[in-house]
């Protein structure tokens, strides 16, 4: 069919010239229309006044916030400052507060919205109510920047409630703080159902009020986690044999509520490659539940390093599952190379698997050895602060 047409229109060579011309405006029409774009309306707004309100906020964000060019480019795609006074009344409110100008500039990074609030109908009736609680300046300025929902909350019916709730549990308002700093979430959720009935939880195993309060104040997301979850982990403490009455108890709570599905077994298999009995394994658990919370590198680095540099069996370690869980960089190595220059110029006798020293307080620690031994041997000093290792003084770790 195409061969017909283009034979027929060749028989007439004026109306295949129009053909071809008309052909070529369109392609040189459509040219055009790619290269250039739409044609704008005559009656079309310039986008000026946008560009400017976008340019006065990072300009604002920049100067009067002290917020970087990234982070103002950032905050001004989700506010538009058009004036300067309420945000400026913002600032003034901020700072009266004691919030310095490192802290203002964090939190507005977190929260640009922050400065389309009013300070009387939101700002000051939240941090006001908090300061009545107890809480100082101090310690709201760093809540607001760890994490702003206590700025979006609604004070009634959230921060209020939750706030009454937490300290019905933990009591003390300074340990209710503490806990809101380690789990934020306490200020935002709702606390009447991801709370409260883990709570109802503990009570139903006979767990002291005290223990209770412990749990919440140093372990507070356990105590969020979904009510089904929680029964099903504290079921799984008691059946582990630990005391109710003990703090260990809710320990293991933290440490096995904190495992995602199938890290228990991950954890087991990961011990029993380095020596340990399944019997071991869940005593050293029953002793500090918090050895299965580790890394996989943590776990490997110290248990290699007490068996393989200090000669300490598998079996022993597994005794002392408290070990593993102390900071190697800033405890182990340092008071382990102090001790071993001890005891090999003869200032120190260490009996096997003796590892108290390893559990003291670093003020008692410090007394006890570097200040007691600094003078007969002054290399504790460089050890124990780093500067110089055990090969350096041709010392090897003592067996433990």
């Known amino acids: 069919?195409?061969?017909?047409?283009?034979?027929?229109?060749?028989?007439?060579?004026?109306?295949?010239?129009?053909?071809?011309?008309?052909?070529?405006?369109?392609?040189?029409?459509?040219?055009?229309?790619?290269?250039?774009?739409?044609?704008?309306?005559?009656?079309?707004?310039?986008?000026?006044?946008?560009?400017?309100?976008?340019?006065?906020?990072?300009?604002?964000?920049?100067?009067?916030?002290?917020?970087?060019?990234?982070?103002a480019a950032a905050a001004a795609g989700q506010i538009c400052i058009k004036t300067p006074q309420n945000p400026d009344s913002i600032l003034s409110f901020l700072k009266?507060?004691?919030?310095?100008?490192?802290?203002?500039?964090?939190?507005i990074s977190k929260r640009p919205s922050i400065l389309m609030s009013r300070v009387e109908k939101t700002l000051k009736p939240k941090l006001s109510y908090f300061l009545n609680a107890g809480f100082?300046?101090?310690?709201?300025?760093?809540?607001?920047?760890?994490?702003?929902?206590?700025?979006?909350?609604?004070?009634?019916?959230?921060?209020?409630?939750?706030?009454?709730?937490?300290?019905?549990?933990?009591g003390d308002v300074q340990r209710t703080y503490a806990a809101f700093r380690r789990n934020s979430r306490l200020m935002s959720n709702n606390l009447e159902t991801n709370f409260l009935p883990n709570v109802k939880t503990l009570r139903s195993y006979e767990v002291p009020d005290e223990k209770i309060t412990f749990l919440a104040a140093w372990y507070p997301r356990t105590l969020m986690l979904p009510a089904e979850k929680f029964g099903t982990v504290v079921a799984s403490i008691a059946k582990f044999g630990f005391d109710p009455s003990s703090t260990l108890f809710v320990q293991g709570v933290s440490a096995l509520g904190g495992l995602e599905p199938c890290a228990w077994e991950k954890k087991v298999a990961l011990y029993k490659s380095l020596g340990w009995s399944a019997e071991e394994i869940v005593s050293a658990f029953r002793k500090q539940p918090f050895c299965m919370s580790l890394s996989e590198e943590k776990m490997r680095k110290v248990a290699g390093f007490f068996t393989k540099e200090m000669s300490c069996s598998p079996s022993l370690l597994a005794t002392k599952p408290v070990l593993l869980c102390l900071s190697f960089e800033r405890r182990i190595l340092p008071r382990c190379s102090v001790l071993s220059v001890l005891v090999s110029k003869g200032l120190l006798t260490r009996e096997l698997g003796q590892i108290s020293f390893l559990k003291v307080k670093t003020e008692r620690f410090l007394a006890q050895y570097l200040a007691k031994y600094a003078e007969r041997a002054p290399e504790i000093l460089e050890v124990y602060e780093g500067r110089m290792t055990l090969q350096d003084f041709n010392i090897q770790f003592m067996n433990l």
């Not at 195409?2 to 392609?27: A, D, G, M, V, Y």
């Not at 790619?34 to 000026?48: D, F, R, T, V």
């Not at 101090?138 to 409630?161: I, V």
């Open 136 to 170: 100082s300046t101090a310690q709201l300025a760093e809540l607001l920047c760890l994490d702003t929902s206590l700025l979006r909350s609604s004070l009634p019916n959230r921060l209020k409630p939750n706030f009454e709730l937490l300290s019905s549990v933990i």
């Open 1 to 71: 069919m195409f061969r017909s047409i283009l034979s027929s229109r060749n028989k007439n060579p004026i109306k295949l010239l129009l053909f071809t011309e008309q052909r070529s405006n369109l392609l040189s029409t459509h040219l055009r229309f790619l290269h250039n774009g739409i044609p704008k309306s005559q009656s079309e707004e310039p986008e000026e006044p946008i560009k400017d309100q976008s340019s006065f906020t990072v300009s604002y964000l920049i100067n009067s916030c002290g917020l970087s060019s990234k982070s």
């Open 96 to 107: 009266s507060f004691g919030l310095t100008s490192t802290q203002i500039a964090r939190l």
